[in-house]
């Protein structure tokens, strides 16, 4: 299974931005999709996590702002991503869970300045 993921980059505090992840491969049935952060120097955090039937997990640091969805057609998860501010800078990682293995995406930078 790969995990591709993109849309991260460069915004100002209380910009939006999409990140989009597509799996390939040999995936079998999917029971959660979503994202985890890592800033420099911190550990590794759940952000939003999507299952199946689209039930959802979020960060009480991101609810509000961050909106994940589900494309279960395309094996893809989207991270809608507003009001952004300068601590949700991290490298974000794309999470899929098949119901016998983790994977993960090779992570995208979000950076969040002025």
């Known amino acids: 299974v790969q995990l591709q993921a993109s849309g991260g980059g460069l915004v100002q505090p209380g910009g939006s931005l999409r990140l989009s992840c597509a799996a390939s491969?040999?995936?079998?049935?999917?029971?959660?999709m979503g994202w985890y952060r890592q800033a420099p120097g911190k550990q590794r955090e759940l952000v939003a996590v999507?299952?199946?039937?689209?039930?959802?997990n979020y960060a009480d640091s991101v609810k509000g702002r961050f909106t994940i969805s589900r494309d279960s057609a395309k094996n893809s998860v989207y991270l809608q991503m507003n009001s952004l501010k300068l601590e949700d800078t991290a490298v974000y990682y794309c999470?899929?869970?098949?119901?016998?293995?983790?994977?993960w995406g090779q992570g995208t930078q979000v950076t969040v300045s002025s």
């Open positions: 999470y899929l869970d098949n119901y016998r293995q983790n994977y």
């Open positions: 491969g040999s995936i079998s049935r999917i029971k959660f």
């Open positions: 999507i299952g199946n039937p689209g039930n959802t």
